[in-house]
């Protein structure tokens, strides 16, 4: 009886500071975040309007491009960054002489600001001055317009963050690999497997729950991704770049409050829709291996 | 012995001292009080700078400024910052229909009895007045949303300013064939690319004399309206006359490509022109002329009145920055900020004549405008409303990623949205 009281009263007050922090900070600015994207408010008055703000962001061609967009960008880094980081974790843990300095130099990306990036890679991707339309126009070929051209800028800016956000995949992955048993290969081995089949048949498997935080984590960066799109197209040319977080911005700046919280939940809502049915898929798939 | 005759004698000197000090200190009324004032590159510039060095000498006052990154970010946080009650002592800002966006009357001070005022003419003041009070004072001189050109081109190929669009094509073209950038376009600062639709309003106003009052009413719209279509359409006819590096140039590579005549064309705000002049090698190589409509006899100038300073309502400087702004009104100040300077364009001060160092691209070739009564002020000093992706648009019309028809529809929907945030009943 006694032993059952303690019990109860240990987690109980352990969980509250914390549960009145979420609570404030995140249950209650959702709460009321839902109510203002209903109206049309500034500093001082809201008034209620029903859903005219959410009609207003999927019927302009502006805000409502931004959905596709983000999935876009959202899908391309990720399955990018989990497939290449892979095989970049495979070589890096493989037994190659460099191993440390490449490991350091693949990390670096990640040590450097998102905006910085950005800029960087802007000035890089200039159409007639870039140092990347250099080296093309030195092997004879066409300038490329990296970022002026809608049909190509997004996947510009997928590219460059693939690059500097590759660093974490790679790390997580390499984690994964060293805490694989050794003798598992040295059992394939023995039954004569090739290095491919082992790295299907032992690697890949066992690395799921690495592979999953990886997705997890690459999706949920690119939905809610902004800095290297603001910093390196601000959403343009046109609206070609926009993704959900931009166009938030954009209407906030512009003063139409009611319509930028509309946006938030929006994004909301679509990260929600994502995450949850993919993480508990996952979660499937990894129980499923063990 | 020596030595106390010596202390006493420098004491002496010292006490002496000390009185002259403090009399100096009494001639300049706010020493020791610093002003803070939010402002971007354009406004705090080489003029600015120079008139508050004299400022600091007569009257004392320090000052500390923070820079306005401009554009849409610029916007946000000066938008926020009067929400949240954070202000400077003063500020610059646009005049027109930028103003109405910052809820002047709860922020900025009514300096409708400040003598100053009296010196402003009529077309500035309607910008910053708004339900009878006054809100601002002119940073600088009115300026026009026009074509800055390099006129050795012209002169190389025997090209005539034209005064209608198709001259103006015929120009691009004679241009083109003969190996030069007609045209510099600055997808890379997307402001920019707005100032050919925007100074286009010269015709729309001249072709439809109510497109205004409509247009704020929600009557008269851009896809439906000839006259105001053609400010989009004029983009298309221009998509194959652009700099290589259309997509990524900014303002700053515009200033050097017409200084240098790397292009011959700019359509741009004549307040970049002091910033040309000082890269090129003569300024009489650079020239202005108003946006070309269809007719030839009437080819006028679209006006922008200067960006404007704001009084914070709650500054505890408020005296301060009033000596100031007397003191930047006076001849003196306005000569020194002039011949420091340059000028965007005619002065709005009533009675005031530009110095003779400014350049002949303000003091002919503007001012001939001026001089015969064509010229309008831009459609945000008639009209509060304003659509807020207009330069996306015109970004990607200029790029020839949209037609002319489609981003009039687009701005249409847009300005719609800016209507019913203001408080207008559109249907």
């Given at each position: 009886m006694k032993s059952n009281k303690e019990k109860s009263l240990y987690p109980m007050w352990f969980v509250i500071p914390s549960l009145i922090i979420f609570g404030v900070f995140f249950l209650w600015p959702i709460i009321t975040s839902l109510y203002y994207s209903l109206t049309v408010w500034n500093f001082e008055t809201a008034k209620f309007c029903g859903l005219d703000n959410y009609k207003l962001f999927f019927s302009e061609h502006a805000m409502s491009s931004s959905v596709v967009h983000t999935l876009i960008y959202a899908f391309g880094t990720s399955i990018l960054k989990v497939v290449i980081a892979f095989f970049i974790a495979i070589f890096l843990t493989?037994?190659?002489?460099t191993k440390d300095f490449i490991r350091s130099a693949v990390f670096f990306p990640n040590l450097v600001s998102m905006v910085a990036v950005g800029l960087s890679f802007a000035y890089m991707m200039h159409p007639t001055k870039g140092l990347l339309n250099s080296v093309i126009q030195f092997f004879g070929g066409n300038p490329v317009d990296f970022l002026g051209n809608p049909a190509l800028a997004l996947f510009s800016i997928i590219m460059v963050d693939v690059w500097k956000g590759l660093s974490i995949s790679v790390v997580i992955y390499i984690a994964g690999i060293q805490s694989i048993d050794k003798t598992y290969y040295e059992a394939a081995s023995i039954d004569g497997a090739t290095s491919w089949q082992q790295i299907k048949s032992i690697t890949l498997p066992l690395l799921a729950p690495s592979q999953n935080s990886i997705i997890i984590l690459s999706l949920i960066g690119g939905l809610r991704s902004f800095e290297l799109i603001w910093t390196m197209t601000g959403g343009g040319p046109g609206f070609a770049t926009d993704v959900l977080a931009s166009v938030i911005y954009k209407q906030y700046a512009a003063g139409f409050y009611g319509l930028s919280t509309a946006g938030n939940v929006v994004m909301l809502i679509l990260i929600s829709l994502i995450a949850f049915p993919l993480q508990h898929f996952l979660n499937k798939r990894e129980e499923a291996i063990q | 012995m020596n030595k106390k005759v010596l202390s006493v004698a420098l004491c002496g000197v010292m006490a002496m001292g000390i009185p002259t000090v403090s009399a100096v200190a009494e001639e300049k009324p706010y020493e020791g009080v610093t002003l803070t004032m939010w402002a971007g590159n354009a406004e705090y510039n080489e003029g600015t700078k120079a008139v508050m060095e004299a400022a600091t000498e007569a009257l004392g006052m320090e000052f500390q400024v923070e820079i306005n990154p401009g554009g849409s970010e610029g916007d946000n946080i000066i938008k926020t910052r009067v929400a949240s009650n954070d202000l400077p002592d003063f500020l610059c800002y646009n005049s027109g229909s930028k103003l109405y966006d910052l809820n002047p009357s709860r922020a900025f001070l009514d300096i409708s009895d400040w003598d100053m005022v009296e010196k402003f003419d009529d077309a500035f003041l309607s910008s910053v007045t708004i339900d009878g009070a006054v809100y601002g004072a002119p940073q600088s001189s009115t300026q026009a949303g026009a074509v800055i050109y390099y006129k050795p081109d012209y002169e190389e190929l025997g090209l005539e300013v034209p005064h209608t669009w198709d001259e103006f094509v015929a120009n691009c073209q004679a241009l083109a064939d003969a190996g030069k950038t007609p045209i510099y376009f600055t997808g890379g600062e997307t402001w920019a690319t707005q100032v050919l639709f925007l100074g286009d309003y010269y015709n729309v106003a001249a072709a439809e004399p109510d497109f205004a009052e409509n247009y704020t009413n929600g009557t008269a719209k851009y896809a439906s309206t000839p006259a105001a279509l053609r400010s989009w359409t004029k983009y298309e006819d221009l998509v194959d006359f652009l700099n290589a590096d259309k997509s990524a140039a900014t303002v700053s590579d515009g200033n050097l490509a017409i200084a240098y005549g790397d292009a011959t064309h700019w359509f741009i705000l004549t307040q970049q022109l002091p910033m040309i002049i000082a890269e090129a090698d003569n300024p009489d190589d650079i020239g202005v002329f108003g946006v070309p409509g269809d007719d030839a006899d009437n080819h006028g100038l679209t006006v922008w009145e200067p960006m404007s300073f704001y009084v914070n309502k709650d500054s505890e400087n408020i005296d301060a920055v009033h000596a100031f702004l007397d003191f930047y009104y006076s001849e003196e100040a306005l000569d020194l900020y002039f011949e420091t300077y340059g000028a965007n364009g005619p002065s709005c001060i009533k009675g005031y004549e530009l110095p003779e160092s400014v350049c002949n691209a303000v003091r002919v070739d503007m001012q001939a405008y001026f001089d015969e009564g064509k010229n309008t002020p831009a459609l945000e000093y008639v009209s509060p409303i304003k659509g807020t992706t207009c330069e996306q648009l015109t970004t990607a019309v200029g790029l020839g990623q949209m037609s002319g028809e489609e981003a009039a529809a687009a701005y249409d929907d847009d300005c719609k949205k800016s209507a019913v945030q203001l408080g207008y009943e559109w249907e």
């Open positions: 493989s037994k190659i002489r | -």
